[in-house]
């Protein structure tokens, strides 16, 4: 029996929630404050002791398996007749009489038994310096590939050998994220989370095109988010309605908050089900599978001739044997407009990435009411084969130019 059933011997049934905000920090049960927000069935011990809860649960689902969902109606019975005001002769004053009064329930911490948005987004137990017990991916974006590629980011997806040593070897770059994007005047809001996620699009790009052009496979960059992405209006803050406002803006922000995964993730000239494709996630080189000889075979290297083509060939001659190439000095350059990502590189991209795009939404009411967007739509944006590619490829603006000079 596990530590965390074991703490609670009278506790019939104990689960996750939904709830956004931790109410402790002990490891414990979370407070009453929690347990009114909708239990998550994702993870849930039970005892006999609740059998009746179970019975009743089990039965109004199968009254109608179409129309009623099992998450849904657990919670609603778990609260028929419940009494959480009164705790007398329980083990600890965060249990709660549930169902009639006849079986106790907790709920589970949320650091240590994550819902997606508690690690992903407001990362209670990165910030605690804890290791869950469990993430389940809810709260999140982009269907299988979605979940897939956030649990790789959490190094909590198990890939085979070859995911963590690609042919070719890895490239990895020091992402540009300049103090006014992180904190433009005013406080942070809708046009400023836009230019922030497009400043680092725009290096995303280029760095493709670089590990192209390499035959390399690219370590994808933490990102920063400034708000936080929802299906309704954000809070004031930015942050989902209920989670803490201080977990803005979000440092190691889910790809699938600003891209579709399976569209950068899907690899169309391979295998269909090639892993990863032809990008990592950008916690890559902390994950303990990979093969130390290929974390000791890295070296850090600058772009010099201002990205001339000839950077090709001193790259591919002087580290061609180097698993890990991290490229610190990226985004000072525009490596389409000096040449060095050519048509050839391009048109490559365009077969690995024919369209690679991704949605935000909704901005807080405050916002709104400025006339500042609700939502929009982020797309990878690469140069176009031919003298016309670099005006095509809609480089121009202040959001999409491939670098800002800071």
Same mark, same amino acid.
């Given at each position: 029996?596990?530590?965390?059933?074991?703490?609670?011997?009278?506790?019939?049934?104990?689960? /996750?929630?939904?709830?956004?905000?931790? /109410?402790?920090?002990?490891?414990?049960?979370?407070?009453?404050?929690?347990?009114?927000?909708?239990?998550?069935?994702?993870?849930?011990?039970?005892?006999?002791?609740?059998?009746?809860?179970?019975?009743?649960?089990?039965?109004?689902?199968?009254?109608?398996?179409?129309?009623?969902?099992?998450?849904?109606?657990?919670?609603?019975? !778990?609260?028929?007749?419940?009494?959480?005001?009164?705790?007398?002769?329980?083990?600890?004053?965060?249990?709660?009489?549930?169902?009639?009064?006849?079986?106790?329930?907790?709920?589970?911490?949320?650091?240590?038994?994550?819902?997606?948005?508690?690690?992903?987004?407001?990362?209670?137990?990165?910030?605690?310096?804890?290791?869950?017990?469990?993430?389940?991916?809810?709260?999140?974006? *982009?269907?299988?590939?979605?979940?897939?590629?956030?649990?790789?980011? !959490?190094? &909590?997806?198990?890939?085979?050998?070859?995911? #963590?040593?690609?042919?070719?070897?890895?490239?990895?770059?020091?992402?540009?994220?300049?103090?006014?994007?992180?904190?433009?005047? =005013? *406080?942070?809001?809708?046009?400023?989370?836009?230019?922030?996620?497009?400043?680092?699009?725009?290096?995303?790009?280029?760095?493709?095109?670089?590990?192209? !052009?390499? +035959?390399?496979?690219?370590?994808?960059?933490?990102?920063?988010? =400034?708000?936080?992405?929802?299906?309704?209006?954000?809070?004031?803050?930015?942050?989902?309605?209920?989670?803490?406002?201080?977990?803005?803006?979000?440092?190691?922000?889910?790809?699938?908050? #600003?891209?579709?995964? *399976?569209?950068?993730?899907?690899?169309?000239?391979?295998?269909?089900?090639?892993? *990863?494709?032809?990008?990592?996630?950008?916690?890559?080189?902390?994950?303990?599978?990979?093969?130390?000889?290929?974390?000791?075979?890295?070296?850090?290297?600058?772009?010099?001739?201002? +990205? &001339?083509?000839?950077?090709?060939?001193?790259?591919?001659?002087?580290?061609?044997?180097?698993?890990?190439?991290?490229?610190?000095?990226?985004?000072?350059?525009?490596?389409?407009?000096?040449?060095?990502? =050519?048509?050839?590189?391009?048109?490559?991209?365009?077969?690995?990435?024919?369209?690679?795009?991704?949605?935000?939404?909704?901005?807080?009411?405050?916002?709104?009411?400025?006339?500042?967007?609700?939502?929009?739509? $982020?797309?990878?944006?690469?140069?176009?084969?031919?003298?016309?590619?670099?005006?095509?490829?809609?480089? +121009?603006?202040?959001? &999409?130019?491939?670098?800002?000079? $800071?």
């Amino acid at each position: 029996m596990a530590p965390s059933q074991a703490r609670w011997p009278d506790a019939g049934f104990l689960t /996750t929630s939904d709830h956004l905000s931790n /109410t402790t920090v002990d490891g414990g049960l979370e407070t009453h404050q929690a347990i009114h927000s909708a239990f998550n069935i994702g993870y849930m011990f039970f005892r006999a002791s609740a059998l009746p809860l179970v019975d009743e649960w089990l039965k109004v689902i199968n009254e109608d398996r179409v129309g009623r969902w099992d998450q849904g109606e657990f919670g609603r019975v !778990a609260r028929i007749g419940w009494d959480p005001s009164s705790t007398a002769g329980l083990s600890d004053p965060r249990l709660f009489w549930a169902y009639h009064k006849k079986v106790v329930g907790g709920v589970l911490s949320l650091a240590l038994f994550c819902g997606g948005h508690n690690y992903f987004a407001s990362q209670f137990p990165q910030r605690l310096g804890w290791q869950p017990y469990s993430i389940h991916t809810t709260f999140q974006y *982009g269907a299988a590939d979605g979940k897939r590629h956030r649990l790789r980011e !959490a190094m &909590a997806w198990e890939d085979p050998p070859e995911y #963590y040593d690609p042919p070719g070897g890895l490239l990895t770059y020091t992402p540009d994220v300049p103090y006014h994007l992180l904190s433009p005047d =005013g *406080g942070m809001h809708a046009d400023g989370h836009v230019r922030l996620i497009e400043h680092q699009l725009a290096q995303i790009a280029m760095a493709l095109g670089l590990a192209a !052009a390499l +035959g390399r496979t690219l370590i994808l960059p933490p990102v920063t988010c =400034g708000y936080d992405k929802a299906w309704y209006a954000l809070d004031r803050s930015g942050a989902f309605s209920g989670a803490p406002k201080w977990i803005v803006p979000i440092r190691n922000c889910p790809l699938d908050h #600003y891209i579709e995964p *399976g569209e950068l993730t899907r690899r169309r000239d391979g295998p269909p089900n090639a892993a *990863g494709g032809h990008v990592r996630e950008w916690s890559l080189l902390s994950n303990p599978r990979m093969p130390p000889a290929t974390l000791e075979a890295a070296a850090e290297v600058e772009i010099v001739n201002g +990205g &001339a083509p000839t950077e090709l060939e001193r790259l591919r001659r002087e580290f061609g044997s180097i698993k890990v190439l991290l490229v610190s000095n990226l985004p000072q350059h525009d490596l389409w407009r000096s040449g060095l990502l =050519g048509n050839e590189v391009r048109r490559e991209l365009a077969k690995r990435f024919p369209y690679v795009s991704g949605g935000w939404c909704c901005a807080p009411e405050d916002d709104k009411k400025r006339g500042l967007p609700n939502s929009h739509s $982020f797309h990878l944006n690469i140069p176009k084969p031919g003298p016309e590619g670099i005006e095509r490829g809609r480089l +121009g603006s202040d959001a &999409a130019s491939v670098v800002e000079h $800071f």
